[in-house]
DNA sequence: ATGAAAGCGCTAACAC
DNA sequence: GTGTTAGCGCTTTCAT
């Protein structure tokens, strides 16, 4: 900078005044500065000026992993908000719960970001005090917390919308497929869509069972494999399969599938997510905007950094919506046609 | 920092060095150090030791979307390596020509990071060469860069073993299903799996033919219709389609069952990935590591930036893998039983 | 409108 | 083994 302020004959305050554009500076300075910098392809340190003004110029996001449809949104919503706000986006996983008594052991977020986006945990009482005292703003995305900033749909209504879609549809013996993988404390929405399921059942006359809550536990096939076996070994297995994501009520069409169990014709099955795979699966879901999540998520970040009377306990709740494909059907159809479930793999040699 | 080493009653090079791990602390002061940050829940601000170390703590990634299954995998692989080492991740996408330009424009990685790697890009020259001046390594990921550190599949290969797989099968009509979206230049691999393709074919004694490459460049279901479209308007049709991606090669098998024509029986198809969803829909692919291939390159990464005399032009090559799956099966099959791509959706009311 | 100077919180010599 | 001190590259009073 001293170099910038040299070559354009000012000194490094008027550099810096410059390069922030702040309107105090004589056209002809900034000019100067501005070509100096150029010239000497000079950037801003970030480290340096966050020093001083106490900001780091990005947003931190927790998420359990990185791979997954609903993280790839959130992410690819927020990117385009930070860039515009000039943030930079520092992405931190946590798949366990080693992991995540690390990363709140360490607090990296502490003084390395002005926000921090906590994603789809469902955080202890402890653990979200703790953060509380962080001294930067905590966005909940996917998880009501009440008195912080939180993004969310409604899981309730958007699960009790799906459930009256197949209640419709004739079922009453209708599962629930509850996502358990990961370590506990991994799905905020979990309980919530099961009460959505459970009220919708209600609504339709049918006393909810337990039998009916099967949990995925074993990541994999295998996991979704167990799931569907159980469910097929009950006395009156269900009609339809109301699974909490749509990771698994793929997998669970592709397990029936391999069952030669047809899909809509003698089970149902329902999802949560409108993932980028659902329509190619003919899965009829319940979407959820995730995308959008992560942008209004980053807005509400960037108005909780730099306008400190934004309302730092505000709530978003975005839409969800039903999307009938071809996984859900009329119960008991048997013989209408071909399915969604069959298939025959091709031989080779 | 300063409170810390008054409560612990020593200096703040004590404290620094204690936090920092350094050995030369008696084991007296490092405990009451450790103490004292513990009580005032002290964190060493990375932007201040920075400043002075010229060390960021910090990498960089660059790639073209955030929720793609690629992008998803290798941050997968990167996070746990980065995690170990100490080191943040922070994260650019560039999904258009524009944001790409803007990000050389202010290449703000220049004093951000420690390394930065460059995922799924096919950079020109210029960019490239831009990078080289940036000061800290680059790596290119799923790019092979001569002289350069890069991490990458042979993806020639990998393509010749598929087509191999549906020569073996039969198949003399096989077409070439090329990812163009997204704008030019974001797909590297593109170029060598053709040729990979064309190597397999003249293997074959089939001479490779240019009405059987057809681009997709459409998002969403639109660009796959159309590229099917064009193949099933040939006056001789492929009876096997190999698609560059999985995402692009499971929406061909979509496409396909929407327009009730059998995969495998009258259209095999063969995907590049083994997403995640490739095995729910029985999809036959060569199979990529990605997440392996973000783990191999963040390793690369943390020898470049502490080890002086790492091999700056170090190139890592992964296998690939042919998975058989429903989707391919012999040519003219038809009426050899049911298919993937029968599919006839529930009704509804 | 511009410059001089005092730090921001840390690390790295250098003394002890 | 530990303390002192001089910066790292900026921003920000405070003068002018």
Redo the contacts with the bound molecule.
Sequence with gaps: ??DV?ERA?????????T??GL????P???RRVEDAARELS????R???S???GKTGSVAVLAPTLNSWFTGSVLAGLGPVLRTAGLDLLVYSASDLAERAEFFEQLPAR?NADALLVVSFDLTAEESARLDGLGVPVVYVSQRSSGRPSVYVDDVAGARAGVRHLVNLGHRRIAFLRSRRGAAGFTFSSRRRIDGYREALREAGVEPSDELVVDVSAPGRRGTEEAIGTLLGLREPPTAVFAEVDQIAIEAIGVLRSAHIPVPDRISVLGFDDHDMAQWMELTTVAQPAVELGRVAGELARALIDDPNADPTAHRELPTSLIPRGSTGPVGSVGAGESVGSVEPGSEG
Excluded at 9 to 17: A, E, F
Excluded at 23 to 26: L, Q
């Design positions: 900078m001293a302020a004959g000012v000194s490094v305050s008027t550099v810096s005044r390069l922030r309107a105090t500076v004589s002809e300075a900034k000079f950037v801003i340190s480290q340096a000026s020093l001083v003004t003084r």
